[in-house]
């Protein structure tokens, strides 16, 4: 059987290893995609080190848990976001000012909704991780 979401599978396989305490995660099949927001995921401290192994079927990524998450998921459908427009969509998902990260495809790559706004850009909700 197919997957239909990736990046929901992923981000529900990394909360229940987290909440079960486990010191690492193999989350598959890989992408670019999930390899950036494992990215922003590890520069905010969420997650350790991860790297990606490649099976020759999909490949997977080797994610080494800090115990830092709280709650992630996927946000679906990916919602256009407009600058002026994040603020309701932090309301919506993250539980506090200035607590959580909205990650979003933009036209510069992949970006936390801060540094959405500090570039002046909107783009698409892929996740939200707090």
Not at 27 to 56: C, H, N, T, V
């Amino acid at each position: 059987m197919s997957r239909q979401n990736t990046i929901a599978d992923a981000m529900s396989a990394l909360k229940n290893a987290g909440d079960c305490g486990k010191p690492e995660c193999i989350l598959e099949p890989s992408s670019k995609l999930l390899g950036a927001m494992l990215r922003i995921m590890q520069d905010a401290g969420y997650i350790g080190s991860f790297d990606m192994i490649d099976d020759g079927r999909g490949g997977q990524f080797r994610v080494h848990l800090s115990g830092r998450i709280n709650k992630c998921g996927a946000i679906t459908p990916r919602y256009s976001v407009g600058l002026d427009e994040l603020e309701y969509w932090e309301t919506r998902y993250l539980p506090g000012k200035n607590f959580g990260l909205l990650i979003l495809s933009t036209s510069r790559g992949v970006l936390t909704h801060n540094q959405a706004r500090q570039n002046g850009i909107g783009g698409e909700l892929l996740g939200f991780v707090y």
